[in-house]
């Protein structure tokens, strides 16, 4: 073990919770309530929404930038029509010094256009441009609903590629993200990992989240994780302060190495920079 002290894991955890973004959904308030509540100057992902069209994310993004904070759009392929519309998607983007990207290959169940895959519309950035200066990608530590596990490997081999890092999807367990992580260097995967985790969040809504991104197979999420599935049956909020104090501690101890946290706050912005805030005095102290 590289550093297993009480010291090593307040310093993995304070290092970790310094380098966290948040995620936000672009819903009409989202730009107000996010320049009121998040500390300015912040990371923050807009996510894409198969019923929006990807203006919707770009118009939020133009708006945080404006007022001070680092904006990171998600594009969907599914999502977008065409070449032209990529090229007016890139051109607003450049226009307010955005610098990073996370493209998906979105929820919709049909493409709107021609564009089926992150990868292509990774390609067709790159063809396009202006490229940003860094691409994020998706990875799947519980796997994907949809998608076999061998499918996902070579997806993520196919894309590091083009891409910059990659984020998590939503996960509640620290050994499920170890071992994705080694699983990905043995698959020859050398991307940077950012551990996609929870914010303070309401459990009944985080739940539907839950199901509805397919964390795991719901039986065997309840039977391998069954303090969290118990906990998110407890009405009130949801905390990652476990989670993330079991990542710093594989991170102390040598296990893997994380780049940061990705907080999926579903909009519940204020409750999360509190908890952000407090666990930063924390792990400083």
């Given at each position: 073990?590289?550093?297993?002290?009480?010291?090593?894991?307040?310093?993995?955890?304070?290092?970790l919770?310094?380098?966290?973004?948040?995620?936000?959904?672009?819903?009409?308030?989202?730009?107000?309530?996010?320049?009121?509540?998040?500390?300015?100057?912040?990371?923050?992902?807009?996510?894409?929404?198969?019923?929006?069209?990807?203006?919707?994310?770009?118009?939020?993004?133009?708006?945080?930038?404006?007022?001070g904070?680092?904006?990171?759009p998600?594009?969907?392929?599914r999502?977008?029509?065409?070449?032209?519309?990529?090229?007016?998607?890139?051109?607003?983007?450049a226009?307010?010094?955005?610098?990073?990207?996370?493209?998906v290959?979105?929820?919709?169940?049909?493409?709107?256009?021609?564009?089926?895959?992150?990868?292509?519309?990774?390609?067709?950035?790159?063809?396009?441009?202006?490229?940003?200066?860094r691409?994020?990608?998706?990875?799947?530590?519980d796997g994907?609903?949809?998608?076999?596990?061998?499918?996902?490997?070579?997806?993520?081999?196919?894309?590091?590629?083009?891409?910059?890092?990659?984020?998590?999807?939503?996960?509640?367990?620290?050994?499920?993200?170890?071992?994705?992580?080694?699983?990905?260097?043995?698959?020859?995967?050398?991307?940077?990992?950012?551990?996609?985790?929870?914010?303070?969040?309401?459990?009944p809504?985080?739940?539907?989240?839950?199901?509805?991104?397919?964390?795991g197979?719901?039986?065997?999420?309840?039977?391998?994780?069954?303090?969290?599935a118990?906990?998110?049956?407890?009405?009130?909020?949801?905390?990652?302060?476990?989670?993330?104090?079991?990542?710093?501690?594989?991170?102390?101890?040598?296990?893997?190495?994380?780049?940061?946290?990705?907080?999926?706050?579903?909009?519940?912005?204020?409750?999360?920079?509190?908890?952000?805030?407090?666990?930063?005095?924390?792990?400083a102290?």
């Amino acid at each position: 073990m590289a550093e297993s002290s009480t010291g090593g894991i307040s310093s993995a955890e304070a290092a970790l919770l310094a380098r966290a973004r948040y995620e936000v959904m672009p819903l009409p308030d989202v730009s107000r309530r996010a320049v009121a509540e998040l500390p300015r100057g912040a990371t923050v992902t807009v996510t894409a929404s198969p019923t929006r069209a990807p203006s919707a994310t770009v118009a939020v993004v133009e708006q945080l930038a404006t007022a001070g904070f680092d904006p990171v759009p998600h594009l969907a392929a599914r999502s977008v029509r065409d070449d032209a519309e990529l090229a007016g998607i890139l051109a607003r983007l450049a226009d307010a010094g955005v610098r990073d990207v996370f493209v998906v290959g979105g929820d919709a169940r049909e493409p709107v256009g021609r564009f089926t895959d992150a990868l292509g519309l990774i390609e067709a950035v790159e063809r396009i441009g202006p490229r940003p200066a860094r691409i994020g990608v998706a990875s799947y530590p519980d796997g994907h609903h949809r998608i076999d596990d061998a499918t996902l490997w070579a997806s993520l081999r196919a894309k590091q590629e083009h891409a910059d890092y990659t984020v998590t999807q939503l996960c509640f367990d620290a050994e499920t993200v170890g071992r994705f992580v080694a699983e990905a260097r043995a698959h020859g995967i050398d991307l940077p990992v950012v551990a996609g985790v929870p914010g303070v969040v309401d459990t009944p809504r985080l739940l539907r989240a839950a199901v509805r991104v397919g964390v795991g197979d719901a039986m065997r999420f309840a039977r391998t994780n069954p303090a969290t599935a118990a906990s998110l049956l407890r009405p009130g909020a949801y905390r990652p302060t476990g989670l993330v104090r079991g990542l710093a501690r594989q991170v102390a101890d040598g296990r893997c190495a994380i780049a940061g946290l990705h907080l999926y706050t579903f909009n519940e912005i204020a409750p999360t920079v509190r908890w952000l805030r407090a666990e930063q005095r924390r792990a400083a102290a």
